[in-house]
């Protein structure tokens, strides 16, 4: 098999390559992303390309081009910003009109057969009066007041949905949320403080995927001839005061209206990127996707616990516990 | 001694999908709800002294729906009835009990009833407990039930049928389980209709501050099988007509039961 991957340089193709190219099963990965040196490993097998498929000709030249002439078979797409209080018309393009071409160079291609396409379980309508479960058929968020992050998520989704039943084999896979850093998690960001602060009253349920199960999702999915959308939830559902006692937080919870202006304290001192506003209904309601497609149709089964984030002195204290029993 | 053969039980005996960190997908905790009950032992022994004839029709394993008569300012009727089935079901069977859209709003209330196994009412949330075979108690009167003048007690007051086309599709018995007490127990006084707490529907004012110690009554009914088969679920006339078969006997249970009691105290 020859697979072409987008944002081959972010946490999860970065993973999703080398997990390619550690087994038999594929002859040739070309590896798309942004940085001119990217740290992959070093394979006759891989062709790294650096393109910024924002640009719709260098879309469509890398597409039409070397993707042609290298018989790719399969395109796996995910290049959504991560930051989440980044926004504009670059930020959209990047979300939305790379996919939409995308799609679209990929529908009548010669070599190119089918697309997995990677979106977001964030794009799921969570309120009072939601499912605790998400099928796939569960409500999408189509708030006007949401934020860019997730209105470019859900319609990006919605455009490759659009192309099911088409020529081009397509599968949708919504993942939870990538627990691992420099993935874009608001989770795990909001679980870098020592005090992480929740709404009082509320512990809604949490589900978290590895990235290992991610990749395991995608190759799945690549080597598959399922179509539609699939649920790919992750081996940890915990209640979210749970999640904060794994990471060894503080967990205090606070009347909920302060949430907003206190995290958004946070980030003007810290920089950091978890939004409330963004996280308000998840923080109450919660919800967790319903993998059964998923697991009929790809095979696939959540099996890695996610590695909770620990904090430097623990990190610390356990490194000396391993050397000391190295020593001995 | 009883209880802590029923705390035994509930966390090593009952039926639970744990997802690894000993919750289940809604956030039931075992063994939250074995210190509920264990709490509750008192209220439910000595203070309501909640009799119950006929827990023997709940079938001991796969899916099946319980379908109680609904009262009172808060739902005790419905915490009373979720004691009894944990009590006196071998092996211990979780009722998860089906809540209205506003609970999941309430701050604390709602944390504490997913621990116990209280689940809200969407469809998707019935379809995933019943997939899994797992024992749901519905109260199909809904709000209507509670918000019902004293003068209308144990007149059942609505009737949504949307438990019967679950039952048909899952092949799910429908025991009807008459709850007799909860209406003399605590009378609403009056509503305060424009009162939204929450998203509540209204703010109950009780007639007295405290649930006074009527004699609780339990009578399950014979389990009934809805329909042929799971595609009747999608005839209405079929679905609305196995609903009403329930409601009619849940009312024959309510009046024999209200027949054999001595007195609301006694």
């Known amino acids: 098999m020859r697979v072409m991957v987008t944002g081959a340089t972010a946490p999860l193709g970065a993973a999703l390559v080398r997990a390619l190219l550690a087994t038999n099963r594929v002859e040739l990965v070309l590896a798309v992303g942004r940085e001119r040196e990217p740290a992959l490993p070093s394979d006759p097998r891989l062709l790294y390309r650096a393109v910024d498929l924002t640009r719709r000709r260098a879309l469509h030249d890398l597409v039409w081009g070397e993707a042609r002439s290298r018989g790719v078979e399969v395109v796996v797409h995910g290049i959504q910003h991560r930051r989440a209080r980044d926004r504009g018309a670059r930020i959209h393009a990047q979300n939305v009109e790379t996919t939409r071409e995308l799609v679209l160079a990929c529908t009548a291609h010669p070599t190119i057969r089918r697309l997995v396409y990677r979106s977001f379980a964030e794009i799921y309508a969570v309120h009072h009066l939601a499912s605790n479960v998400f099928d796939e058929e569960a409500p999408l968020d189509f708030a006007p007041s949401s934020p860019q992050w997730l209105r470019d998520r859900v319609e990006a989704d919605l455009w490759v949905c659009a192309h099911l039943g088409g020529p081009l084999q397509i599968a949708v896979l919504r993942c939870a949320e990538i627990f691992a850093p420099g993935t874009g ?51 940890d559902t915990l209640p979210l005061s749970r999640a904060i006692t794994e990471s060894r937080r503080a967990d205090v919870p606070v009347p909920g209206p302060l949430l907003a202006p206190l995290y958004g304290l946070r980030h003007s001192a810290t920089g950091l990127d978890f939004r409330y506003d963004m996280n308000f209904q998840r923080f109450h309601f919660g919800g967790v996707l319903d993998g059964t497609r998923a697991r009929v149709a790809l095979g696939y089964v959540p099996r890695t616990h996610v590695s909770w984030p620990r904090p430097w002195w623990l990190v610390l204290v356990e490194q000396l516990g391993a050397d000391q029993n190295t020593r001995r | 001694m009883m209880a802590s053969t029923t705390f035994k039980r509930i966390v090593q005996e009952a039926a639970f999908f744990d997802e690894g960190y000993g919750f289940d997908v809604f956030g039931l905790h075992p063994r939250s ?60 069977r979780i009722p998860r009990a089906i809540a209205d859209h506003f609970v999941p709003r309430l701050p604390l209330v709602s944390t504490l009833f997913a621990r116990l196994g209280v689940v809200n009412g969407t469809p998707a949330n019935v379809r995933c407990l019943l997939d899994r075979g797992e024992l749901i108690a519905i109260w199909p009167e809904g709000v209507a039930g509670p918000a ?106 309510i009046d024999d039961a209200r027949r054999e009691r001595r007195g609301v105290f006694r």
């Open chain 2, 33 to 92: 709800l074995a210190l509920s009950v264990a709490a509750a032992r008192p209220i439910y022994e000595s203070y309501f002294r909640v009799d119950s004839v006929g827990a023997e029709a709940i079938p001991r394993e796969g899916p099946a729906i319980l379908v109680a008569n609904h009262a009172g300012v808060l739902p005790v009727d419905g915490a009373m009835l979720c004691l009894d089935v944990l009590r006196r079901t071998e092996p211990a």
């Open chain 1, 185 to 235: 998690s608001q989770l795990w960001d909001y679980l870098q403080s020592r005090i992480c602060l929740r709404p009082l009253g509320f512990d809604p349920m949490v589900n978290v995927l590895s990235l290992d199960d991610a990749v395991a999702a995608f190759a799945a999915a690549m080597h598959g001839s399922a179509t539609g959308v699939f649920n790919i939830p992750g081996c």
């Open chain 2, 148 to 253: 019902k003048r004293f003068a209308d007690r144990y007149r059942i007051q609505g009737w949504r049928v949307g438990f019967a086309e679950l039952a048909i599709r899952y092949r799910a018995p429908v025991v009807p389980v008459a709850i007799i007490g909860a209406e003399e127990s605590w009378p609403l006084l009056t509503k305060l209709r424009g009162t939204h707490v929450f998203g509540s529907p209204y703010l109950p004012i009780p007639a007295s501050p405290i649930p006074l110690p009527a004699h609780y009554h339990l009578r399950y009914g014979m389990p009934h099988v809805l329909g042929h088969d799971s595609a009747d679920a999608s005839d209405p006339d079929l679905v609305a007509s196995a609903a009403l078969e329930v409601r009619y006997a849940l009312e024959r249970l």
